[in-house]
């Protein structure tokens, strides 16, 4: 499952970041923010319609991503240890 379609308030874990190698500032710049395998990551809110930004807490941070950057994060459930 991608954060972009992650329910709000559910916690999830991010598997990893899939920049297919279009976009690997992209990669670099959302690692640098905590988005690294193994970190908890929680959808606070999204826009209606599916608008820019969607309000995400990482760790003990919050940020705004766009759903284009969403796309990018692969999450698991919590429970998921492989």
Not at 31 to 45: C, Q, S, W, Y
Not at 49 to 76: D, W
């Amino acid at each position: 499952m991608r954060l972009d379609q992650l329910s709000v308030n559910l916690t999830q874990r991010v598997k990893k970041v899939n920049s297919f190698n279009l976009m690997p500032e992209i990669e670099h710049q959302l690692a640098e923010i905590g988005f690294i395998p193994g970190e908890k990551v929680t959808v606070l809110r999204k826009n209606l319609f599916g608008g820019n930004p969607m309000m995400i807490r990482i760790g003990l941070s919050t940020f705004a991503l766009r759903k284009q950057e969403a796309e990018l994060i692969e999450v698991e459930d919590l429970k998921n240890n492989d």
